[in-house]
Structure formats: structure tokens, C-alpha cells
């Protein structure tokens, strides 16, 4: 059978007349705030951030004036990067402070996300097994954490934890009748498990804060599972663990994912806890990536050296957010 | 959507990226300071950070330049101490800044590309020497250069907080001083106080980062040693006269007086623990009297300074250049802005007005005697024991990173050390090459 293509007269595309057009003024005009308020805080910064990454900037220091880039802030290439590789016992100061950074943070973030799903899931699960009014109180209480200023938090777990003055020290000082002043916070030599005292004592700061999120993401997961899938299981005579284990675990896998992702990038993005909690201190052991790029470019004026870090921050967040993407994606939906 | 629909968006991104983008841009600074006629109308922008008695004694003095000189308009602007950094950081390479600005001594060679240099009809370099304490001026002489006055003489060690309630009741008598650390140790660890072998109270806290990194440096020049080459280009840490004053805080914290795990920046920082009445005495500036006199008044009745003993024949000690007052090299009218820091700083009656309404020692050496000393004192007697110390004390140096050699090398290193986590020799070591660093 022979195709003939029929020719259809051009439509003339009028970009400010006709109906088509008022509907493409609305789209631009409730459009535009954003993408400007987009374009000048978050693109622009970024950006920004990417180009310092290739210069030596300061701004002490006079550039040209284009963007102050060059004659006193100049272009270094992939400099800052490849200084980031010296391992050396001589390396200048910020590219140790770089390596201690990166390995505390590492440390927190993998030790942060297993723990607050391990914690999160299993009470979500129990949250959701309690009927009437407690069900609304426990999830208010758990989540009432997380409304709190980061910064409050970090006062008052510092509070609780101060060698002299600390809850901690006194409940201690009670139960054993010795006056006990343990330096959580500040003793380089407390350590657990090769994990620093301090790095642990921020860790459960930070899960104190943050479960209660994860807490809200679980329990709106298992609510969207269907009883009759679990009624099922039930029929065919699955224990209440089986059930969570072979049912309910696997359909909250995309959630799983999700709570994952989001708690990797927010671990890997914590500095309140770690700058008010302990500055970085004892000895470089709670210095976070984003503590030293904050001190790296606003203390010290070092923008080009803080920007590259900042790169690899969040070449660091995509990567690790790619391969939780991988592992965890589930085929198919219910 | 269209793709032009796409296109049009990108360019109106762009654009707006690019806007903002250019300003950034900085334009040539230093091209376009000026003079004015004298009786021509002027308005004069002033610089300061935020600190209530500091703006408040400064626009008194600036309401009689006002009155002696009715062409003069004066606009103060302040900002809050981190914003005012970044703020003077951004604005003077970008050529934006006010005509007068208020500087702390020690920054200000690092903006020496964007000031105007002291007129000679205001003061030569040899007057403001003889007319300023050494450390105070130090910090405005650039390349023998002045850029600007000093206001106060900011001053950390020399002398100890003592509260002398705690001395009385464990018997100690601090009013005659000690001749010898010997003396001042056994007088520390008699105002020390120990529960289960954890100290509750102790005798004297110098671990905080401003204390131990002073009194390092201190201990150095007093032991007749130099932490920075004649030409100031390099540091030389690692020499005998740096381990003794090592090991001299090292000994106090064998002794038990203090345990830098329990006090140190973190934990017990000085002025908390001292006014909290966890530190018997503390090593920390003047300042911090008035600053915590509001909420601890019977703390700061009982408390007195002691000068603390030295290690060679003078109490020499390193000090920071204090707050003081600069003019832009981009003020329109450059001549008007000197007559006004000339009028604040270099008369000596109104520099005396701006530190009795601030609590400030003088910056001017006239001011630290005779009638003007005394009434300070009367104003503010926890000044007394400080007042014979002022002409010993040394410009900290130009440093080409005070801050990062402060807080990231000195302190932590030094710290380790009386922690128990780093040899003296590494120590050391490490705080000479990272120092050397900074000159990079």
C-alpha cells in the first residue's frame, strides 16, 4: 500500500498573540522569580564556586576587574587538585587539614547512615503497631527533634556532656560517689572502636536530631503497604518477623533508598553540630569537610583552595548517592 | 515548552547571572583619593565594627570635630565583628570602602595597597614612634610607612587575673607579686583545688589559645630569643629558648595546677572559667573585666591583675597592634579624613576620652602617666598592675597570617604537647616549617 504524507499548512507560532501565546506570558511571568531567585543563589554561587576551584583567589588579594580573577588571584589550573594528592609528612598544613577532613567525614557519614536506618525502621515500624492517640504522640515526640535549631542542639548536648559542669559527668559522679570529670569533647586520647569520643559524641547529637525525620519517611512508607499483603503472609502462617523480614522490608526498599540518600547528603553536609560542638578540636579529630572549607574560605580567605574542596565534597555526595542508587533500586512497584 | 520559549529563559538567566557576576568586578583601587578645599561641604563615611562604648566614645569625639569644622558631616556605619572582616576583605580591593576606617593594628599591613599613607604634615614615622607605644604603632608601619593610629593598646599578657576572695580564703597573699615562677607556681597550686584527683578549681589557666600562644611567644623574647627573622620573613621556633618556655608550661601542668584536657578553647574557656569561678587565675587580657562585670559583680569586685613573673630581666611580651583608625586611598577627600584621626588620635586629651569611655589602656605614651594614668586607674583600677608593663611590650610582627599561625599551628601543636599527645621536638619542629608556610 502506497503511504502518501499530506502536507499540513505551517502553523504560524506567534509568540505573544493568541491563546497560545497569553498561556506561554503566564508560564514566563510565574516562571521568572524563581528561576531568577534560582539563577542568582543557586546556579550563580555554584558556578562560581566551580571557576574559583581553578584559582588562586583571595579576595585580600586585588584581581582584574573581571570577577577580580587574575593578576593577584591567578589561575592555577588543576593546582588545587593535584596538591590534594601529596601525602607526604610535608605537605603544607591545609592539605593534612584536607586529608583529616575528608577521613572524619567519611567516618561520620557511614557510621550516621546504617545506624539511623537501623534505629529509624524498627521504631517506625513499632510507631506504626501502636493504635489511637499514642501513635500521634509517640511520632510528635520523635519528630519534635528534628524542629530544633541545629544550634541549640549542639548547646545543649555540649552542656551535656561539659567535663565539669555536664549532666553526663554528674550522673556518673553520682552512681560511682567520685567526682568524675571526663573531657568528652576535648581529650584526644578517648577513644572507641578507633572511633574518637568526640566524633561519637556528635554522631549521637546528631541521631537525637535527625531520626525523627527518617522516623516520618518510614512510617508514610509503611502505611502505604497494603494489609492484604500482609494479610496474606499472615494466611500462610508468617511470623510477625517474617512478615517484616520478607514483606515488609523488601516493599520498603525504594523508601530505604531514599532515606539513605537523603541522610548520606545531609551527614556529609553537617557543620552546626561540628563547629559549635567542638570547633574541629581535639586535635583536627572532629574536623568535618565543611568545617574546614568554611574556615578554609572564611577565616583564612583561601576561596580558590575552599572551592576546590568543595568540588570534591560534592563530586563526593554524587558519587556515593549514584552507587546507593545502584544497590538499592528496586524493579518494580506495588 | 518551545525551544525559543527555552532559549529566551537561558538568555534572561544568563544575563542575570552575568549582572550579578559583575560586581565582582573591582575597579582600580587607589586612583581615585582626593583633597577638598577647606570649607567645602563634606561628608565623611565612617567605618567601625560594632561594639557599643567603642562607636558611642568615637561618635562623641566625632560631635566636637563636627562642631570645630561645620563643613564636616560624619556618617558612621558599623558592622558586626565577622561581617566587618569580610566586609573590609571584599570592599577595599573592590574600591567600595568608607573614607575612614576603623582598623586593629595588626591587619593593617595586609590592606596597606588600599590606605593612604599618613601625610607628612600629620605626623612623621619618627613622632609616631616616640608618640605611640611600640607594639600599638608596630602594626600601622608598613615598609617604615604609617597608615593610620592607634586608639588603644590591646595587651593579653604581661599580668594573671587573681580573685581575691579565693586567695584570702586559702591563705595566699598575691599583693607583693612573685620574683620568680617558683614563687608564682607554689602560690597556683596552693589556689588549686582537687576532688578524686580531678581538679575542680584551678590555680592558674593559660591554656585557653590566645593565653598559650602569647604567653609562648613571650616566654620566648624573655628568655632573650626572637620567634621572627630581622627581616621578617621567616620564623625561627625550634631553638633552646622556645623549650624553655616549653617546658615551663609544661612544668606547671606536671605540677597539677591545671589540666589542659579539662580547661582549654573548648572546654572552661579563661574568661568563662575565671568570672564561673572554676579558675582561681587566668591569663587573659583587661578586656574581659567590663565584658563580664554585668553578670558576675562580685566576681569582678574580688578581682585584681598581678603582673606575672618573668624569665629574664625585663617582662617583655609580644602584643597585637590595637584598634585604630586609617583613611582609604579612594576617599574623595583624604586631607579631611586625616584632620579627623588626627583630632581623635593624636590629641592626647581626646584619645584619654576615648579609652576612659571604653575601658581601653592608652596607645599614646603620654597617656600612660602622670594625670592621665591615675585617672584611668581611678576609672578602671584592674588597669593598675598593667600600666608598668606597656613600654615592653613588642609588635607582634607583620605576619602574613596572624590568625592561621594563632589558632591552626601555635595552639594546637603547643596544646598537644601539654595534652601528652606530641614530643616537644615534633612539636616544634612542625610549628617552625608550618609557620615558614605561611610566607609561601
Keep these: ?36 531567585y534560582m539563577a542568582v543563589f543557586l546556579v550563580l554561587p555554584i558556578g562560581w564556586a566551580f571557576v574559583l576551584a581553578f584559582f588562586d583567589f583571595s579576595p585580600r588579594r586585588t584581581g582584574s576587574p573581571f570577577l577580580g580573577l587574575g593578576l593577584d588571584n591567578p589561575f592555577v589550573g ?88 555536664g549532666l553526663l559527668n554528674g550522673l556518673i559522679s553520682r552512681a560511682t560517689g567520685k567526682v568524675t570529670a571526663i573531657a568528652w569533647t576535648t581529650d584526644p586520647d578517648l577513644v572507641f572502636l578507633g572511633v574518637p569520643i568526640a566524633l561519637v559524641a556528635i554522631i549521637v547529637a546528631y541521631l537525637w536530631q535527625d531520626i525523627g525525620y527518617n522516623l516520618v519517611i518510614f512510617i508514610a512508607a509503611l502505611q502505604a503497604i497494603p494489609d492484604s499483603v500482609k494479610d496474606a503472609a499472615r494466611v500462610d502462617g508468617a511470623s510477625a518477623w517474617q512478615t517484616f523480614r520478607y514483606i515488609t522490608l523488601p516493599l520498603l526498599k525504594p523508601t530505604i533508598l531514599l532515606a539513605s540518600v537523603l541522610t548520606m547528603i545531609s551527614a556529609f553536609q553537617v557543620f552546626d553540630l561540628f563547629q559549635v560542638m567542638t570547633n574541629g578540636g581535639p586535635d583536627d579529630q572532629t574536623r568535618a569537610l565543611s568545617l574546614d572549607i568554611y574556615e578554609s574560605a572564611f577565616r583564612y580567605q583561601r576561596m580558590g583552595w575552599a572551592a576546590a574542596v568543595s568540588v570534591v565534597l560534592f563530586l563526593l555526595v554524587f558519587t556515593i548517592s549514584i552507587v546507593q542508587s545502584r544497590f538499592l533500586r528496586a524493579n518494580w512497584e506495588y | 515548552m518551545t525551544r525559543r520559549f527555552r532559549r529566551w529563559q537561558a538568555l534572561g538567566v544568563a544575563l542575570l547571572m552575568l549582572g550579578s557576576a559583575c560586581t565582582f568586578g573591582a575597579d582600580e583601587p587607589g586612583d581615585s583619593g582626593g583633597s577638598v578645599a577647606a570649607d567645602e561641604p563634606v561628608t565623611l563615611r565612617v567605618w567601625t565594627h560594632q561594639n557599643k562604648s567603642f562607636n558611642q566614645g568615637l561618635k562623641d569625639l566625632g560631635a566636637g570635630f563636627e562642631a570645630a569644622n561645620p563643613n564636616v558631616t560624619l556618617k558612621f556605619e558599623t558592622f558586626d565583628y565577622d561581617s566587618y572582616i569580610q566586609t573590609l576583605q571584599t570592599a577595599l580591593p573592590a574600591g567600595t570602602e568608607a573614607d575612614v576606617l576603623q582598623m586593629f593594628g595588626t591587619w593593617t599591613c595586609s590592606y596597606a595597597d588600599n590606605l593612604a599613607p599618613v601625610p607628612a604634615d600629620v605626623s612623621g614615622l619618627a ?120 617546658a615551663l608550661m609544661q612544668s606547671m601542668v606536671d605540677e597539677g595546677i591545671i589540666d589542659p584536657e579539662l580547661f ?177
Excluded at chain 1, 592539605?95 to 546504617?114: D, E, G, N, W, Y
Excluded at chain 1, 517506625?124 to 541549640?152: C, D, H, I, N, Q
Excluded at chain 2, 588603644?152 to 595566699?172: Q, R
Excluded at chain 2, 583624604?334 to 579609652?355: G, R
Design chain 1, 78 to 165: 588543576l593546582e588545587h587538585f593535584a596538591r590534594m594528592f601529596d601525602f607526604s609528612k610535608t605537605a603544607p598544613l591545609e592539605v593534612r587539614q584536607f586529608h583529616t577532613a575528608l577521613k572524619v567525614t567519611l567516618l561520620f557519614a557511614f557510621i550516621v547512615v546504617p545506624l539511623n536506618l537501623v534505629i529509624t525502621l524498627p521504631l517506625a515500624s513499632m510507631v506504626e503497631s501502636v493504635r489511637g492517640r499514642w501513635k500521634v504522640l509517640y511520632r510528635t515526640v520523635f519528630f519534635l527533634p528534628v524542629l530544633t535549631s541545629a544550634v541549640g542542639v549542639a548547646i545543649i548536648w555540649g552542656f551535656v556532656l561539659h567535663p565539669q559542669r
Design chain 1, 1 to 36: 500500500m502506497a503511504s502518501a504524507t499530506i502536507e499540513q499548512p505551517r502553523r504560524k507560532r506567534r509568540w505573544f498573540g493568541g491563546r497560545e501565546g497569553a498561556q506561554r506570558r503566564f508560564v514566563s511571568i510565574v516562571l521568572s522569580p524563581a528561576l531568577a
Design chain 2, 127 to 246: 613622632d609616631a614612634q616616640s608618640a605611640f607605644f611600640e607594639a600599638p604603632i608596630g602594626g600601622y608601619t608598613c615598609d617604615d610607612t604609617l597608615y593610620g593610629f592607634p586608639q588603644e593598646f590591646n595587651i593579653e599578657y604581661g599580668a594573671t587575673l587573681v580573685n581575691t576572695d579565693i586567695a584570702d580564703a586559702a591563705g595566699v597573699d598575691t599583693s607583693a607579686g612573685w620574683a620568680t615562677w617558683d614563687e608564682f607556681m607554689a602560690d597556683a597550686k596552693a589556689l588549686t583545688e582537687t576532688q578524686d584527683d580531678v581538679i575542680t578549681r584551678t590555680g592558674y589557666h593559660f591554656t585557653s589559645a590566645d593565653a598559650l600562644v602569647y604567653s609562648f611567644f613571650s616566654l620566648i623574647l624573655q628568655g632573650g630569643g626572637q620567634f621572627l627573622a630581622d627581616d621578617g620573613a621567616s620564623f625561627t621556633i625550634d631553638t633552646p629558648e622556645a623549650r624553655e618556655a616549653v
Design chain 2, 264 to 440: 582549654n578553647d573548648t572546654a572552661n574557656w579563661v574568661g568563662d572559667c575565671y568570672f564561673e569561678e572554676a579558675c582561681s587565675m587566668g591569663l587573659i587580657g583587661p578586656w574581659v573585666v567590663p565584658e563580664y562585670s554585668a553578670d558576675f559583680p562580685e566576681v569582678a569586685d574580688a578581682t585584681k591583675y598581678v603582673a606575672l613573673p618573668t624569665l629574664g630581666e625585663t617582662p617583655d611580651f609580644v602584643a597585637d597592634s590595637g584598634w585604630g583608625l586609617t583613611v582609604s586611598a579612594n576617599s574623595p577627600a583624604t586631607n579631611v579624613a586625616w584632620d579627623f584621626v588626627e583630632f581623635v588620635t593624636l590629641d592626647p586629651e581626646n584619645a584619654a576620652a576615648w579609652n576612659t569611655a571604653t575601658g581601653t589602656l592608652p596607645a599614646l605614651r603620654s597617656n600612660g602617666e602622670g594625670a592621665t594614668q591615675e585617672q584611668l586607674i581611678a576609672d578602671y583600677p584592674h588597669f593598675e598592675a598593667w600600666f608598668p608593663l606597656l613600654q615592653y611590650g613588642q609588635y607582634v610582627g607583620n605576619l602574613p597570617d596572624r590568625d592561621l599561625l594563632w589558632y591552626e599551628i601555635a595552639y594546637p601543636h603547643l596544646l598537644g604537647v601539654l595534652q601528652g599527645t606530641e614530643s616537644v621536638d615534633d612539636a616544634l619542629a612542625a610549628m617552625e616549617s608550618e609557620a615558614n608556610d605561611t610566607f609561601r
